[in-house]
């Protein structure tokens, strides 16, 4: 069974730096044809797409959020990172790591989530 775990500060203030980790395990973060994603909920909103690293290390983001947004990836400790830069209180939402198949509709795998509070 894959199970994945996000970790890092649930308090962040404006301006700084949102820095996430979600550490994989039962499956590989090379195995082709997958991708690992972050999303979010904010408060009263629906879901967000953040962006996503393949297996072979390439990357996407959402459009709205690309110019502040990096995802990298540790094949050896099989983790995946988020930093979304210049937080606003906007960024308080639910954090989530997820898994989904290339040419897939849906991810497949998710982490319980953690929330992160952006302080004015």
């Known amino acids: 069974q894959v199970h994945l775990q996000e970790s890092g500060p649930g308090l962040v203030k404006s301006s700084q730096t949102l820095s996430l980790t979600c550490t994989v395990s039962?499956?590989?973060?090379?195995?082709?044809?997958?991708?690992w994603s972050w999303v979010r909920r904010p408060p009263g909103e629906g879901l967000e797409w953040i962006g996503a690293?393949?297996?072979?290390?390439?990357?996407n983001y959402s459009p709205s959020l690309k110019s502040r947004t990096s995802i990298s990836r540790d094949t050896n400790k099989n983790q995946f990172t988020l930093q979304l830069t210049s937080v606003t209180p906007a960024d308080t939402a639910v954090y989530y790591c997820?898994?989904?198949?290339?040419?897939?509709?849906?991810?497949?795998?998710w982490g319980q989530g953690t929330q992160v509070t952006v302080s004015s």
């Open positions: 997820a898994r989904g198949i290339v040419s897939g509709t849906h991810l497949d795998s």
């Open positions: 039962g499956a590989s973060i090379t195995t082709n044809d997958y991708y």
């Open positions: 690293v393949s297996f072979r290390g390439s990357t």
